[in-house]
């Protein structure tokens, strides 16, 4: 029993509003496998995962949880749970295997059948046009440092949308680009496993290029009415002590981790401290006119995806602890001045320090900053030792109590005047866990990956009452 679960019951109830969303998330490389069939090209991912040392283990997404082959199973699981909406990401390359050219006929059959199964099942399709997973010649032809590249993204949007319009009615341009640009161009430790901070800095900027133009052709393209969105992975970042040296390492991660997305796509302009913080890595002569304001095309939600705040310190020479560690960072411009300070408390098996304030301190940031944007939590859980008991059963009472701290912090912040319209639960299913492989379980649902079966968790019960209800209980 955790220390969530032992508080004492009061009988509360928490409603959420009536027209809340409830739903689970996924990724297509974490999911679907069939990594080589029906005309699907490899990807950065597929790639990354068969370099040796770069995966846990040498696994790789080829075949994952098998979704592509078993979605008539997934849509079941997913409608036993009562969820309203499934959030989900078109493979690149199964969509348009070489990022160029028209559509791939049988991927695209894939996705209208997911499609239309979720609508059978009353289930509101969402859907995500990139989550991380560039078709390998892009990324060949120079990948998200180059400018090429947001165009080709637009063109892809405009097929998907084209063929899926009548069935999807909301859209996000792409997942975390953070990740995308610094995890996989900064310190190399996602793919396609590239280090340098000014190739990271030119990836973030072409992915907010693209982000603009992909909006624009999904405009063109869409039904009046469709949503359209961004998901960023906004980071909760405290400073160590309140001294003004620790509140300027805020500042600055605040800059490359948070505003580097914000400000261009809600302000059409680049954070003038982060070009500054940045004038020893890049010149910004990669920016060009009219960038920053394609960036910011109006949509109509923002989604963010929380797992656990970080707290920071200024790097001081004196301190050997603050030393830099020489391996490449994702912090660009920043490493040389900050250090990242551990959270005590409880931890989640990716060693993430469990608070749920930092989700509540970040919504109602937006509320103040992007009043008139709607918010969707478009990612929130977390990753335990789970395992299948004798009996058979999976019992998670960890994850419980991190997803119910999580939604009380939501709960709290739509008191608070946070326009937060909808939850998704990450994830569905276990799965490929990026550069962990599959040493890692998310799922609200147990794979057992020799064999493919799905056991529904505890946590899987308790959602599914939660969503039942409308509202969190005591």
């Known amino acids: 029993m955790t220390a969530l679960d032992a508080r004492p019951r009061t009988g509360t109830m928490l409603r959420f509003p009536e027209a809340f969303r409830w739903g689970t998330a996924t990724a297509a490389y974490q999911i679907e496998g069939a990594a080589g069939e029906d005309g699907r090209s490899p990807s950065i991912w597929d790639t990354f995962s068969r370099t040796p040392g770069k995966v846990r283990n040498g696994d790789t997404g080829d075949t994952a949880a098998d979704h592509y082959h078993r979605v008539d199973e997934d849509v079941a699981l997913m409608r036993s749970l009562g969820v309203t909406d499934y959030r989900f990401s078109l493979a690149w390359p199964r969509v348009q295997p070489t990022g160029r050219g028209p559509a791939a006929r049988k991927g695209l059959d894939f996705y209208r059948r997911l499609t239309d199964r979720l609508r059978e099942a009353g289930i509101r399709p969402v859907a995500t046009l990139y989550h991380w997973d560039l078709p390998q010649e892009l990324e060949d032809a120079g990948g998200w440092p180059e400018r090429e590249t947001a165009y080709r993204f637009a063109d892809y949007a405009a097929l998907a949308a084209d063929a899926l319009g009548d069935r999807v009615a909301t859209w996000t341009t792409l997942n975390e680009p953070w990740c995308s640009a610094f995890l996989g161009y900064g310190s190399g430790v996602h793919a396609p496993g590239r280090t340098g901070e000014a190739d990271a800095l030119r990836a973030a900027h072409h992915l907010n290029l693209a982000h603009g133009l992909g909006v624009r052709a999904l405009r063109a393209a869409l039904p009046a009415g469709a949503e359209v969105s961004l998901t960023l992975n906004l980071h909760a970042v405290r400073p160590h002590t309140d001294t003004p040296q620790d509140r300027d390492a805020v500042r600055r991660i605040d800059a490359v981790g948070n505003r580097i997305f914000l400000d261009p796509v809600f302000r059409g302009s680049l954070p003038d401290d982060l070009v500054r913080d940045t004038a020893d890595v890049t010149d910004w002569s990669f920016v060009k006119d009219g960038d920053c304001a394609a960036a910011a095309e109006p949509i109509d939600s923002l989604g963010l995806n929380y797992y656990s705040p970080a707290a920071v310190a200024a790097r001081t020479t004196a301190d050997d602890d603050a030393a830099p560690s020489g391996s490449p960072s994702p ?55 789970d395992y299948a008991d004798p009996s058979g059963e999976v019992k998670d009472p960890e994850r419980v109590a991190y997803l119910r701290a999580h939604l009380e912090a939501v709960h709290r912040a739509i008191g608070a005047g946070a326009d937060v319209r909808g939850y998704f639960l990450w994830s569905l299913l276990d799965n490929f866990e990026w550069a962990y492989g599959y040493s890692k379980r998310f799922g609200i649902v147990h794979v057992d990956f020799p064999t493919q079966r799905r056991t529904p968790k505890s946590s899987a019960r308790w959602y599914a009452d939660v969503i039942a209800r409308g509202a969190l209980t005591d």
């Open 331 to 385: 912090w660009a411009g920043a490493e040389r001045h900050v250090r990242f300070v551990p959270l005590t408390g409880p931890r989640t098996a990716m060693d993430w320090p469990v608070d749920a304030a930092g989700l509540y301190e970040l919504l109602l940031r937006l509320r103040d900053e992007l009043p008139h944007v709607p918010l969707l939590i478009t990612e929130n859980g977390a990753a335990y030792e």
